[in-house]
């Protein structure tokens, strides 16, 4: 198994980063990382709308270059623990993403299992707030046969819950992950969860029949009594 998981930490610390993202009210996104002096120091750059302030960032930031409606900025910091992509890396190797907004982090790495998630979330979840799995996706998965279920009807949030819920083995025996498990990876509670997996079953289970019989397949509601 390979998963692609979005780690989210919405109380990162002070990450320049975040607190970029939160003073200037705006969505930071392809955050760069490289260690360049050979001494271990780390040096980040990011891009701002040039006209957004960027008060309340505790490292010194460069302003590197402004181009059209942008502004590059440049921080240098040591390796420490209070770190949150340093301490994913640390477990799940390289981050392949990092983003911002509102203040919450959301670093993307690959994972060979759940286990490593797991431990990545505990490890998280020792020195900061607000630490949950807003997405994982199984990079090994087969869609080859997927064709009949391409109008399935699911909305974004009921396809995340039912593939989040599968990929963490919900519906395995026995089960890989319990209903608050998969719950608390994606940042909901148990009702919500069981609401939105009971909707997408549902319509899952619609466009499987109407594959299987060539028409659409609805529920017929039960009589009063």
């Known amino acids: 198994m390979a998963l692609a998981v979005e780690f989210a930490v919405g109380s990162p610390g002070s990450c320049p980063v975040a607190q970029a ?3 200037a009210d705006e969505r930071v996104d392809g955050v760069s990382r490289a260690s360049l002096r050979g001494d271990g120091a780390v040096t980040e750059e990011f891009r701002l709308p040039a006209d957004a302030p960027v008060d309340g960032v505790e490292s010194d930031l460069d302003p590197v270059a402004t181009s059209g409606t942008e502004t590059l900025y440049r921080f240098e910091r040591d390796p420490v623990d209070d770190c949150v992509c340093e301490a994913i890396e640390r477990i799940a190797g390289p981050a392949s993403g990092v983003r911002a907004e509102d203040g919450t982090l959301v670093v993307t790495a690959h994972v060979p299992d759940l286990e490593t998630v797991r431990t990545v979330v505990g490890r998280l979840r020792e020195s900061f707030d607000g630490v949950s799995v807003r997405r994982l996706t199984n990079l ?21 819950v039912v593939q989040t819920a599968y990929d963490m083995g919900y ?11 998969v719950a608390d990876a994606l940042d909901i509670s148990r009702s919500t969860f069981a609401e939105h997996l009971a909707a997408a079953t549902g319509k899952l289970f619609g466009a499987v029949l ?6 659409a397949v609805t529920r017929t509601p039960p009589a009063p009594r």
């Not at 109407?210 to 028409?215: L, Q, V, W």
Request: proline share 5%; aromatic share 8%; glycine share 12%.
């Open 21 to 23: 993202s939160e003073g």
């Open 140 to 160: 090994e998965a087969d869609d080859r046969d997927a064709d009949p279920l391409d109008d399935d009807g699911l909305t974004d949030r009921q396809r995340e």
């Open 171 to 181: 519906f395995e025996y026995p089960k890989g992950a319990n209903a608050g498990e």
């Open 210 to 215: 109407a594959a299987d019989y060539g028409e």
